[in-house]
């Protein structure tokens, strides 16, 4: 199972360090999802992070700074894609973008051959968003399917190997990290660990 980070919505005074202490703890993949539109906060953001860990880094916003940063992760979020043409995300595959979405109907997955992986929820109840709650029942288990789904919503490290029974090939955490009494360093070693278990 594998995991991804995702930042809160709001700058915060020492988040390029923390971003570079993830990666030096194995994180292996980091959404950057800002969507205040504040280009000058997100250039200054981005020069706090080391160069090294660039290419592990998804952005949500601000796609306008993918060439100076060396970025080739783009996110789309389920409006952005629908008012797309198709023909624009096969564009951004060739000039070697790797593409990721959210979905809410798992039912389109399939439909997204021009995407790497998607985030599908909530699954559980959301911690960030009050009153964004889960449709799906206990039972449910995600369709045999090739593009990699990361679960999304309410995603704790107790509810990792629920996760990977109910076939989600990972997990996008974003309130679980930041939204705790331990610090966000000390909940990502937490997580980490208890993927490294259900392996």
Known sequence: MELIVVTPPDYFEGEAALINRFFEEGLHLLHIRKPVDD?????????????QHYPRIAIHQHHEFAEEFSLKRLHFTEQQRKARAAGDFAGLTADGFHLSSSV??????????????????????SISKKGYESALGDEFTLAPH??????????????????????????AVLGSLWHQTVSPLTELKNIMKAINKIQ
């Open 104 to 125: 809410h109907d798992p039912h389109t997955i399939q439909e997204l051959t021009e995407f790497d992986y998607v985030f599908f929820g909530p699954v559980f109840n």
């Open 146 to 171: 090739v593009l990699k789904v990361f679960a999304i919503g309410g995603v704790r490290a107790n509810r990792l190997a629920q996760l990977k029974q109910m076939n989600f090939d990972g997990a």
């Open 39 to 51: 280009p000058e906060k997100f250039r200054k953001l981005m020069q706090g992070i080391a160069e």
